[in-house]
């Protein structure tokens, strides 16, 4: 079983930065494909980046694309998502999600395996 936390979520003035984290235990992520994804209220989970187990790969959402960058450390079996030119409609809860599977379709949601509780994302205008 893996466990999942995520921190580094706030409240931020739009135009500003935040770099969230997704700590793993419980198993190693090194042969897990990590992704992002984000739910605001009343809209469904969407996806937001995803990075392969080498780290070679990644691919993002067209909305946070240049202004997004999702990395990882295997040594430290971690995540990130560094978010810059926050905009308010950014605002959400935003999830790190582990695929073992390598499944063929990893922008969504349902293909991952573990989730973590979710860390809240506030961008102010």
């Known amino acids: 079983q893996v466990q999942l936390v995520e921190s580094g979520g706030g409240l931020v003035q739009a135009g500003g930065s935040l770099r969230l984290s997704c700590a793993a235990a419980?198993?190693?992520?090194?042969?897990?494909?990590l992704g992002w994804f984000r739910q605001a209220p009343g809209k469904d989970r969407e996806f937001v980046a995803r990075?392969?187990?080498?780290?070679?790969?990644?691919r993002y959402a067209d909305s946070v694309k240049g202004r997004f960058t999702i990395s990882r450390d295997n040594a430290k079996n971690t995540v990130y998502l560094q978010m810059n030119s926050l905009k308010p409609e950014d605002t959400a809860l935003y999830y790190c999600a582990a695929d073992a599977k390598s499944s063929a379709a990893p922008n969504y949601p349902t293909n991952y395996d573990y989730w973590g509780q979710g860390t809240q994302v506030t961008v102010s205008s």
């Open positions: 990075i392969s187990a080498s780290g070679a790969i990644t």
């Open positions: 419980g198993r190693t992520l090194s042969t897990y494909r």
